[in-house]
Nanobody, 119 residues
Framework: VQVVESGGGLVQAGGSLKLSCAVS????????MRWYRQAPGKERELVAV???????DYADSVKGRFAVSRDGSKNTRYLEMNNLGAEETAVYYC??????????????WGQGTQVAVSA
């Protein structure tokens, strides 16, 4: 199973970025996809989640500014980030909770994508 994030980069404070997380390999379905971020010297924190039924949850710090969505035809999820602040500079990771064709749960991480917000 491969999990690949993309879309990171450098943006000015107040700007926007849209991250993608693509899953491929031997999985039957994606149960949930979570976005985490880890800033230098800080713990990894959960930013947002989208479940297989489309339900979403967000960290309080990003509510109203971030939105997760999915491509119904593919195992791809997106994290749209608006009005970014410099304190949100971090590596953003995608975590996939999936089910194998045997019905077993599996969890997979991507390599992360760097988001840098300049003040």
């Amino acid at each position: 199973v491969q999990v690949v994030e993309s879309g990171g980069g450098l943006v000015q404070a107040g700007g926007s970025l849209k991250l993608s997380c693509a899953v491929s390999g031997l999985i039957a379905n994606v149960k949930a996809m979570r976005w985490y971020r880890q800033a230098p010297g800080k713990e990894r924190e959960l930013v947002a989640v989208i479940r297989d039924n489309g339900a979403t949850d967000y960290a309080d710090s990003v509510k109203g500014r971030f939105a997760v969505s999915r491509d119904g035809s593919k195992n791809t999820r997106y994290l749209e980030m608006n009005n970014l602040g410099a304190e949100e500079t971090a590596v953003y990771y995608c975590n996939v909770q999936a089910t194998t064709y045997c019905g077993d749960p599996s969890t997979h991480w991507g390599q992360g994508t760097q988001v840098a917000v300049s003040a």
